[in-house]
């Protein structure tokens, strides 16, 4: 699914039953309702991670709002917020945070190497490969 545009998976909205495996990317915000395990890459832009979704990913992008349930290890350059009802697990990146009152998380949050993180992930971006 690599390089796939935005505008193709929205169609997929009401789409039940669809799991994606491998990586996914985008060069615009991407709203996601639906599985996805693997990766996720969206450097320079918003993911919404849709109430319906259910990610078993590692995540890179710009901003990460979550709805639905995510494991696996967030990163975002500039804020991530876990939405009432929302269930996370894993370990959460970010300078800057947001815990909805009836959200979930399990795990750990890091705003303190969010810089670093962010700097690692654009590089391998940017050099083709390697894991974030």
Excluded: C
């Excluded at 590692?58 to 494991?71: C, H, M, N, Y």
Aim: glycine share 12%.
């Amino acid at each position: 699914m690599h390089g796939v545009r935005t505008r193709h998976y929205n169609a997929w909205k009401g789409v039940s039953g669809v799991i994606i495996r491998g990586e996914v990317t985008a060069q615009e915000d991407l709203t996601i309702n639906w599985h996805v395990e693997g990766k996720i890459r969206l450097p320079q832009h918003r993911l919404t991670i849709g109430p319906a979704a259910r990610l078993k990913a590692d995540v890179f992008a710009k901003s990460v709002r979550i709805a639905g349930e995510a494991t696996g290890t967030i990163t975002a350059s500039e804020w991530i917020e876990i939405e009432a009802g929302a269930t996370v697990e894993g370990e959460i990146v970010a300078p800057r945070v947001t815990l909805v009152d009836g959200a979930y998380f399990k795990g750990r949050i890091d705003p303190k190497r969010a810089d670093a993180a962010v700097r690692v992930a654009q590089y391998r971006l940017e050099h083709g490969g390697g894991e974030t």
